[in-house]
C-alpha cells in the first residue's frame, strides 16, 4: 500500500493542517467512523516553493513577511484552489506587500501535486487500531482535504529567500 504511514514525507513538506470550514466555499469537516482512519496527502518531490517577486527584490531591504495559503486538494491530488487565509497571529493579514508573496504562492501552489489524503476503511475497530498508522487491511478511499501552508518571504544578502515554515 502506498501510505506505509502517517508521518512519511510529511516532515519536511507540510506547514500547517487546517480544519477546513474557513468560508463557505472550503470542504465540509470530515466525520470518521470509529473503524475508520485518514491519511494526509504527500506532496510531490519536484513541487517548486514560491519564487521571491523580483519586483519586491528591486525594492531591496524589504522586512520579512509570512504568508499562509490556503489549499484545496482534490481526490486525484490536483490542485483544485490555492489562496492566502488570514488566522491571526500566526497567518498575519495580507497588505500591499504581501499581496505579491501571496500572488506568488498562489501561481507556485497551483503547479503542485500530491498524492491523495486517503480515507482508510476497516471491517472493525479492531483491524482499524492493527494497521496502526497506515491503511493496511482497510480500504483506500482517495478524499479531497484542505491543506495550509506557511511561507516567509526573507532578503539574505541581497537574494530572496522563500522558506516553508511550520
Not at 531591504?61 to 490536483?78: K, L, Q
Not at 498508522?133 to 482497510?138: A, Q
Request: aromatic share 6%; net charge negative; proline share 7%.
Amino acid at each position: 500500500m502506498r501510505h506505509a504511514t502517517l508521518a512519511a514525507g510529511l516532515a519536511a513538506a507540510l506547514a500547517l493542517a487546517s480544519t477546513a470550514a474557513q468560508s463557505d466555499d472550503a470542504p465540509a469537516l470530515l466525520e470518521l467512523k470509529e473503524n475508520e482512519s485518514f491519511l494526509l496527502p504527500i506532496d510531490e518531490p519536484g513541487n517548486r516553493l514560491p519564487e521571491y517577486p523580483a519586483a519586491v527584490l528591486a525594492q531591496q531591504v524589504v522586512p520579512s513577511a509570512v504568508v499562509c495559503m490556503r489549499v484545496d486538494i482534490d481526490a486525484e491530488g490536483g490542485v483544485s484552489y490555492a489562496g492566502p487565509v488570514v488566522r491571526e497571529p500566526e497567518c498575519p493579514a495580507i497588505t500591499e506587500l504581501t499581496k505579491q508573496f501571496a500572488d506568488a504562492s498562489t501561481a507556485a501552489l497551483t503547479t503542485w501535486r500530491f498524492e491523495p489524503a486517503i480515507k482508510c476503511v476497516f471491517r472493525s475497530k479492531r483491524a482499524k487500531e492493527a494497521a496502526g498508522m497506515s491503511c493496511s487491511g482497510g480500504k483506500e478511499v482517495p478524499t479531497a482535504t484542505t491543506m495550509t501552508f506557511r511561507f516567509l518571504f526573507e532578503q539574505v544578502d541581497g537574494r530572496g529567500v522563500v522558506r516553508m515554515q511550520r
